[in-house]
């Protein structure tokens, strides 16, 4: 029941996350490395990519697809890291430090558990806590 109410919670965050990508890119274009090519296309696709993943993730029908979804948002939330890093690097150096460490901090650290979360409620894996195995 928590994995399942967890997995949906994420998915309804990945789509809301997905739609303000694509629907007020300007934010994400400003945290977006230089050395990113293309940057607006990459911000379109990461919202694309968000709303698709969040889509497969919460779909009940197909365990399979479920678990691609999940790999997907995980890969996904690794790739974004160097956006999240570029914005703490780029707030912190500004004369009023940004939104500051009590932001910027918990989402680095955020991060790692939102890979863990999207393999864990997309049933990729059990760690840390194993299935329970019946005994006949």
């Known amino acids: 029941m ?3 109410s967890l997995r949906w919670l994420l998915a309804v965050l990945y789509f809301v996350a997905g739609w303000a990508h694509l629907r007020f890119a300007e934010p994400f274009l400003t945290i977006t490395p230089g050395w990113v ?5 990459v911000v379109w696709w990461t919202g694309v990519a968000e ?3 969040a889509i497969g993730l919460a779909q009940p ?3 399979r697809l479920r678990r ?9 939330a690794v790739c974004v890291f160097p956006a999240n890093i570029n914005h703490f690097a780029m707030d912190m150096a500004r004369a009023d430090g940004g939104a500051g460490l009590a932001y910027h901090v918990p989402r680095m650290f955020a ?3 939102i890979v863990w979360l999207a393999l864990w409620t997309g049933e990729v894996l059990d760690w840390p806590f194993p299935r329970r195995q019946h005994s006949d």
Request: charged share 10%; no cysteine.
């Open 2 to 4: 928590i994995r399942t």
């Open 37 to 41: 090519p293309a940057p607006e296309a």
């Open 51 to 53: 709303i698709v993943g």
């Open 61 to 63: 029908l197909n365990a």
């Open 68 to 76: 691609a979804a999940a790999i997907g948002l995980a890969v996904y």
């Open 111 to 113: 991060q790692p558990l």
